[in-house]
Each structure stands twice: as structure tokens, then as C-alpha cells.
């Protein structure tokens, strides 16, 4: 695997985390905590695995520039400028809410998750997006 390989691996990280994010959503609606845990514990490792992959890339290439001057451009801003502010607030608010679980304080928790569980799951959604405009047209 080369430097060039990870975008395609973040893609890949971030589809991962989305499918994970909506199986723990399915499992806590269901009742079946200790699935839940498992699967928002494995989101949560995803998601580490692609932020180290992304900032690796991004040190060794640096920022990579949108290269088409058409009507996709307006439409690659309108989704990457509210992934990258979601992404880089999101992360205390996952703190917080994994603190809240692991010291069983579940209404704090539920609290939190209310309003992060979709953006975390739109930073997901949105990166995979970004990547195909970016890298696949």
C-alpha cells in the first residue's frame, strides 16, 4: 500500500464507520444493549483508523485542491465545507458521549447521542461523497 492507496482506504473507513453507526442505531432501538456497545465500540475504532489514515495522507501530500471548474464545483463546497466543521466538532461531543456510556450514566449519554449519532453519521455519509468527487471523476 502506497500513499496514493489511502483515499480510497479513507472511503472504505468512512463507509465502514456508516454501517457500523446504523447497525448500533438498529440494535439500541431494539434493545439489545451489549450488540449495541460492541458495535458503536467497533464505529468508534473505524473512525480512529480513518482519522490516523487521513492525517497520514494529508502530511505527505498536503491539501489536494478540487480540480474541475463546472457545475459540480458549488455542489463539492456546499458538502465539504459542513463535513470538515462537523468532523472536527464532532470528536469531544463522541468523547463525551463514550465517558457518558462507560460510567453507566445513560441518560447524559442518550442526551448527547440524540444530536451527535447524525452528524457523526453525515461526516461518514459526506467524506464518502467527498472522495468520489474528488478522486473518482
Known amino acids: 500500500m502506497t500513499v496514493s492507496d489511502l483515499p480510497a482506504l479513507n472511503a472504505a473507513l468512512n463507509l465502514l464507520a456508516a454501517v457500523f453507526l446504523l447497525i448500533g442505531y438498529i440494535h439500541v432501538k431494539k434493545g439489545q444493549l451489549v450488540r449495541h456497545k460492541k458495535t458503536m465500540i467497533t464505529a468508534v475504532i473505524v473512525s480512529a483508523l480513518f482519522l490516523i489514515s487521513y492525517l497520514v495522507y494529508h502530511y505527505q501530500v498536503g ?8 457545475w459540480t ?3 463539492y ?3 465539504l465545507v459542513p463535513h470538515i466543521i462537523l468532523a472536527a466538532v ?3 461531543f463522541i ?3 463514550l465517558y457518558y456510556a462507560w460510567r453507566g450514566r445513560f441518560t447524559a449519554h ?3 447521542t440524540r444530536y451527535i449519532w447524525p452528524v ?3 461526516v461518514s455519509v459526506s467524506g464518502i461523497i467527498v472522495y468520489l468527487m474528488l478522486y473518482q471523476r
Open 95 to 97: 468523547l463525551a458521549a
Open 73 to 75: 464545483r458549488p455542489v
Open 110 to 112: 442518550k442526551k448527547i
Open 77 to 79: 463546497f456546499v458538502i
Open 63 to 70: 491539501s489536494v485542491p478540487y480540480p474541475h471548474y463546472d
Open 90 to 92: 464532532m470528536v469531544p
Open 120 to 122: 457523526w453519521m453525515f
